[in-house]
């Protein structure tokens, strides 16, 4: 996939947000000689992760609504209730992908994690579901156990998720 350059960000936020290796970027990007001199709009190749507009799916978060919308192929499949971030630690708006997931995490996040690419941010799951509804995480998108579940047997890596107000 191709992530485009943000304002503020470098090779190494990239690197970090994508969990991808800096060598492993450079090495998929050889036009870029000097790591420190990528430009806002550049596109940089991501390796390892499929094109997201090549996969039928997407998610839309309603930080407001507090729901997680699953699309394919723009219809709507399944809305499922979700928790958002409090006000110290608001849930980000924006354009992010799944990078990779992990089954059990431990700890707070339940029976699975999604992780978004943006470092520290994720989907997942709780250990307390009467959170769900509520604006109480430390940014985190969480879901019932059964719902973060089946949502991550349906979405590949690589997947778009749309965070709104």
């Given at each position: 996939m191709y992530h485009i350059v943000l304002p503020g960000e470098s090779l190494s936020i990239i690197a970090k947000n994508f969990r991808v290796?800096?060598?492993?970027?450079?090495?998929?990007?050889?036009?870029?000689?000097n790591p420190s001199?990528?430009?806002v709009g550049q596109r940089i190749l991501i390796p390892g992760?499929?094109?997201?507009?090549?996969?039928p799916?997407?998610?839309?978060?309603?930080?407001?609504?507090?729901?997680?919308?699953?699309?394919?192929?723009?219809?709507?499949?399944?809305t499922y209730p979700i928790a958002v971030g409090k006000m110290l630690t608001e849930t980000p708006s924006g354009e992010f992908?799944?990078?990779?997931?992990?089954?059990?995490?431990?700890g707070p996040y339940g029976a699975m994690w999604l992780s978004l690419s943006k470092a520290g941010y994720g989907i997942h799951g709780t250990n307390n579901p009467s959170s769900i509804g509520q604006s109480v995480s430390k940014g985190c998108i969480r879901m019932h156990n059964h719902d973060?579940?089946?949502?991550a047997r349906i979405?590949?890596?690589?997947?778009?998720?749309?965070?709104?107000p």
């Open positions: 290796p800096l060598a492993s970027i450079l090495a998929a990007n050889p036009t870029i000689t001199m990528i430009y992760l499929p094109d997201p507009n090549q996969i799916y997407q998610i839309i978060v309603s930080k407001g609504g507090r729901t997680l919308t699953l699309y394919m192929n723009g219809v709507v499949q399944k992908v799944i990078v990779n997931r992990q089954p059990n995490p431990g973060v579940l089946e949502l979405v590949p890596n690589g997947t778009k998720v749309i965070i709104r």
